[in-house]
């Protein structure tokens, strides 16, 4: 929580204005020991460490190197420490100190504009009321009954106010955005010019001329919170609600595997419609898993190393362009010419994988079964006559681990998810399932199907910056037929967007009593 | 032959004279109707026109009175003993032809190659039954 002024919940507006090389991940910057650290409580993106492989084979991950038999050796859980650091944190973290400094005077900017603006809003009311009171007490009317009653109206439209603002503008940023919030930018400079017009209005023609009608100047403040109550009006409109009724049916293509899919979306700028796009890709996508296409790049090399062409003419020849066109329609030609057998090695391969996998998830599904049989929950009376031998549920499930361990791990080598589940991580799902009471197929469900990238550790989600590219300007709204991309280290998000076209109803009334029915008989009969 | 509600049936008919035959207690014809006011004309895979409700011949047992007499599958029976059969119900026909009185019955019946076959013989103009 922000604990400067009550109105830094325009540090939403500072958050979305500039683009950021974050940390988060909080508890992480809880364990390692940082000189600055104050940035990192509001903000979730993280930047990107630097060349970090993200295929799994070879893996020297997080805390502790990831030993890929572990299926087989382990008979005991070894304890890492939660403290200790990798040789890629610690290069994470200079970079994090060289690129931060920067922008963080940036958003500390944006980020002080708004407190003034919010305490400068907030109590130009109050000015209103008392500055009549310490420069002219004398000549000032004393305050009636209507007046009070008017005191009373301002203390609880402002109080409305702030609960308003709190509400609205009070939240944790989610995200850096590249450029201006284009709506808050407008609503602060509409704010601002409409307390300064105010001031004029007071400075000129009440302090000025002293006037001492104290209730006309206290109409005055009320119809300011007035005024000020509905711009947040205003505000609600343009930022929460005008997007919500859908108007665009947006289709999301990950461009390494082909994985689609379509979300309706309202009226947003392409920089507030990738954000919307990238919050639905973390839970609906599954995760991205690089081992997976080894294979079709593999054959895509083989056509490439089928055919070599060779300039026989010399290097340095005129024609030079024109050679390359001949000889890329050349070795197209031969390449349709010469008779291919991938597309037989592929079929059968693929024949072959689908057993095995099939096969291994048999086993593996009997010996998860199997291993559930092992422990039972004991009962509250059961509880008080035997104390011995009584295991909290990780140790339950460190106990029957040893014997499913070795299907869990070949079945996940050969589906190729093994990096993405390591041996605390399925521990901890174990005891996590024992303790809910949930069947081997609920424990099994997570390793047989890959999951949004959610579900996953930490690692996999929250290492990643993401790079809008766009041919229109990102503040500008979304159109149809817009496209842009989401890029991201490994891959990149292709987004195209179409209108919703309108839709034209009309209605046909249908009376209860019509509906009715008459046989269709076909009979023979024989004279 | 064409069926315009309210207007006259125009058809080229044959006669046929079917005498009932006796077997055990019943009389019978050896042949079988389908067809009716009651039924699906659009299920008959005799009738030209689908819409067609009339009476039609679905079956003949070889051998039997009917086909002695002349009687042929898909023919359209349009009168039976000066009774009318264009529009009549299903159950009302088999009625008519299954008079335990009648030991004969004179049925009017229609089908196209009558027409084709009038049509060939005498050039334009024909005899037709106008009802």
């Known amino acids: 929580m922000d604990t400067e002024s009550t109105y830094s919940g325009y540090s939403y507006y500072s958050g979305r204005s500039r683009g950021s090389h974050r940390h988060g991940e909080r508890s992480r910057d809880r364990h390692k020991s940082r000189s600055k650290d104050s940035r990192s409580e509001k903000s979730v993106t993280i930047n990107t460490p630097p060349a970090e492989p993200l295929l799994g ?33 610690i290069v994470r973290i200079t970079k994090d100190l060289e690129d931060s400094v920067g922008l963080d005077c940036r958003r500390y900017f944006t980020l002080t504009l708004a407190v003034i603006l919010g305490l400068l809003v907030f109590l130009t009311p109050l000015a209103f009321l008392v500055l009549p009171h310490l420069l002219w007490p004398e000549k000032l009317q004393s305050c009636g009954t209507a007046c009070e009653g008017l005191f009373i109206s301002v203390a609880f439209k402002l109080l409305i106010l702030l609960l308003a603002v709190w509400a609205l503008f009070f939240r944790p940023p989610r995200a850096g955005l590249p450029r201006v919030f284009v709506f808050r930018a407008l609503l602060a400079v509409l704010v601002l010019l409409f307390v300064v017009s105010y001031w004029l209005f007071y400075g000129v023609r009440i302090l000025d001329s002293q006037d001492e009608n104290y209730q006309g100047i206290v109409q005055y403040a009320v119809s300011l919170v007035d005024a ?20 665009f049916s947006v289709c999301v293509t990950r461009s390494t595997d082909g994985e689609t899919r379509h979300y309706n979306l309202g009226q947003l700028s392409i920089q507030r419609a990738a954000l ?62 010469r008779r291919d057998t991938s597309h037989n090695e592929l079929y059968y391969e693929e024949a072959e994988h689908e057993r095995r996998v099939r096969k291994r998830k048999a086993r593996l599904v009997v010996a998860v079964e199997e291993a559930f049989t092992h422990i039972k929950r004991m009962q509250e009376e059961e509880q008080k006559k035997a104390p011995g031998d009584v295991m909290d549920p990780r140790e339950a499930a460190q106990a029957i681990f040893p014997s499913m361990a070795r299907a869990l791990q070949k079945y996940l080598r050969t589906t190729k998810q093994q990096h993405c589940h390591s041996m605390e991580s399925i521990q901890q799902h174990l005891a996590f399932c024992i303790t809910n009471n949930m069947t081997p197929k609920a424990f099994l469900e997570s390793y047989l199907t890959p999951g949004p990238t959610l579900q996953y550790s930490r690692d996999h989600w929250l290492a990643r910056q993401w790079t809008l590219i766009s041919e229109a300007s990102v503040t500008s709204g979304l159109k149809d037929g817009s496209v842009f991309l989401l890029k991201c280290v490994d891959f990149s998000l292709v987004v195209t967007a179409k209108k919703i076209p309108y839709i034209q109803m ?11 029915f008459v046989l269709r008989l076909q009979s023979e009969t024989s004279v | 032959m064409s069926v315009n509600p309210g207007q006259p049936v125009v058809a080229v008919v044959q006669r046929i004279e079917i005498k009932k035959l006796r077997q055990g207690e019943n009389l019978i014809l050896g042949f079988s109707i389908g067809g ?36 042929m599958m898909g023919d359209k029976i349009m009168q039976v003993n000066g009774w009318d059969m264009t529009m009549v119900t299903h159950d009302q026909a088999r009625k008519r032809l299954t008079k335990k009185k009648e030991d004969v019955v004179r049925l009017l019946v229609t089908r196209k190659s009558l027409e084709e076959a009038v049509k060939q013989s005498m050039g334009k103009k024909y005899p037709c039954y106008k009802q």
């Open chain 1, 506 to 516: 009309s209605e046909e009334y249908i009376d209860p009593k019509s509906h009715k």
């Open chain 1, 228 to 247: 000020l109550l509905f711009i947040h009006y205003l505000a609600i409109v343009l930022l929460e609600l005008r997007q919500l009724q859908p108007c």
């Open chain 2, 36 to 71: 009716g006011m009651d039924q699906d004309p659009g299920q008959n895979p005799f009738s030209e026109d689908k819409t067609d409700k009339g009476i039609y011949v679905t079956r003949i047992s070889p051998g039997g009175p009917a086909d002695v007499a002349g009687l």
């Open chain 1, 276 to 337: 919307a796009i990238l919050e639905h890709y973390y839970c609906d996508f599954p995760v991205h898993n690089p081992a997976l296409l080894s294979a079709s790049k593999s054959r895509a090399a083989k056509h490439l190393a089928g055919l070599k062409v060779y300039n026989v003419d010399g290097p340095g020849n005129n024609a030079a362009a024109g050679l390359a066109h001949s000889q890329s329609r050349a070795m197209i030609a031969a390449a349709a010419r």
């Open chain 1, 57 to 89: 084979d070879s893996s020297v991950r997080g805390e502790q190197v990831q030993d890929d038999n572990w299926g087989e050796t382990t008979t005991a859980v070894t304890g890492t420490s939660e403290h200790s650091l990798s040789q890629e944190d």
